[in-house]
């Protein structure tokens, strides 16, 4: 489905078919293009292992701090290679890092062992003592929102009719007299997380980036 073939099918859903509209058209791209980052986080639906500057990361002699791509949240596979063999590197949190190599701060420039994510950095430990290409496979959100009427979403098609439930809990949300419904607001979301899954927060996403094995679960009905 495109653009306006899901904002028709909002408009459908939430008997906003006369205008003046109850929403504005801005309003509706906004939250479908809410449902769709939405989706991928949930969901995990986008695993990224083609796109050269979120995919690749070029590495310094002795800098072991870098910047992530902007659609970067989850790095499913990290490798670091130069002129020595390529290495696969473990993804780790501070707090393990600590457990079993107290010293990793201090450690002299080596080949990278470790990595360690936050929201928007990655850091090698060891920082490398020559310079290389990171490779990673990475969980992200869409590259481009959704603006004209013939965009489609980079989600699967599979998944693009659920997203106008995501639209339709925005809607019926909104702090006015003349649409707020709270019933079909909450009918909406759940309808949206039953298909796609909760939203992790902050702290789950932080956990489950590092320290264990990640599985993609399909939310498929």
Same mark, same amino acid.
């Not at 796609?196 to 489950?208: E, K, N, Q, V, Y």
């Given at each position: 489905m495109n653009l306006e073939q899901l904002v028709e099918r909002f408009r459908i859903d939430a008997d906003d078919l006369?205008? *003046?509209y109850l929403w504005q058209p801005e309003w509706v791209v906004g939250w479908l293009n809410e449902a769709q980052d939405e989706a991928a986080v949930r969901a995990r639906l986008l695993l990224d292992d083609y796109t050269p500057g979120l995919c690749e990361i070029a590495v310094e002699e002795g800098r072991g701090s870098y910047p992530l791509h902007s659609k970067t949240y989850e790095i499913a596979h990290l490798q670091f290679e130069s002129t020595g063999r390529p290495c696969e590197l473990d993804m780790v949190s501070r707090e393990k890092l600590d457990r079993i190599e107290p010293r990793w701060r201090q450690l002299a420039a080596d080949a990278p062992r470790w990595a360690i994510q936050t929201d928007t950095r990655l850091r090698l430990v060891p920082a490398p003592r020559e310079a290389g290409l990171l490779r990673l496979e990475a969980y992200r959100l869409p590259m481009r929102a959704l603006a004209q009427d013939r965009d489609k979403p980079e989600i699967h098609e599979a998944h693009h009719l659920h997203l106008v439930q995501w639209a339709l809990y925005r809607a019926f949300s909104k702090p006015d007299t003349e649409v707020i419904d709270p019933t079909r607001a909450a009918q909406a979301l759940d309808n949206f997380e039953r298909y796609?899954? @909760? &939203? *992790? /927060?902050? /702290? @789950? &996403? &932080?956990?489950?980036r590092q320290d264990e094995v990640q599985a993609n679960v399909s939310h498929i009905l």
């Open positions: 006369v205008e *003046p796609f899954g @909760l &939203r *992790p /927060d902050a /702290d @789950l &996403r &932080r956990s489950t």
